[in-house]
């Protein structure tokens, strides 16, 4: 539900002509950290972000990635995992269009032309998909939402990404309503 909550944030800093600039969506959200440093609380925002989880954090870091590890050394071919493995690989095999959202997402953030990582790279997917921050998860909602990387998404991306999110998240009344 948080990642309901997060794209309703988004729609209301939405402009005239229905696109939000991640600049515009920064400085909020910079300003929000802010106020909530000083008085003490969290914002609205930072609580609905903490719920844009991408992947369990029962374990510690290290474990968690010495198991995608792992799972790379099993699926990867020659030291390449293909796109079509990186869910298996990170754990998300219950949410695979949700994991080749993300595997997009910082593939673009990072101008990966090809459809398959190294080790290094999926180290660094890994890096910033378990980075609870709220601006690296900002970071990575907006990259999943702005598919042309034009740094401002559409009324139509950010239905797009609310209705693969309640599909991921088994939200059948919020997926017919988007």
Do not use: P
């Amino acid at each position: 539900m948080g990642r309901l909550v997060v794209l309703l944030l988004l729609l209301v800093l939405t402009t005239k002509n229905g696109e939000v600039s991640s600049a515009k969506a920064a400085t909020t959200s910079a300003k929000a950290s802010q106020r909530a440093q000083l008085y003490g609380i969290q914002s609205g925002a930072e609580k609905a972000l903490r719920g844009l989880r991408f992947i369990s954090t029962k374990t510690n870091g290290v474990d968690a990635w010495n198991e995608v590890q792992s799972c790379f050394d099993k699926l990867a071919k020659y030291g390449f995992l293909d796109r079509s493995d990186f869910a298996l690989c990170i754990g998300m095999k219950d949410s695979k269009g949700f994991a080749l959202e993300v595997f997009d997402a910082l593939s673009r953030r990072r101008r990966l032309k090809r459809d398959k990582i190294s080790r290094d790279e999926l180290h660094e997917f890994w890096s910033q998909i378990a980075d609870e921050s709220f601006d690296s998860r900002l970071q990575v909602f907006f990259d999943m939402v702005d598919k042309n990387y034009d740094g401002r998404i559409t009324e139509e991306e950010v239905k797009e990404i609310i209705m693969l999110s309640a599909s991921a998240n088994k939200l059948s009344r919020v997926n017919e309503q988007a």
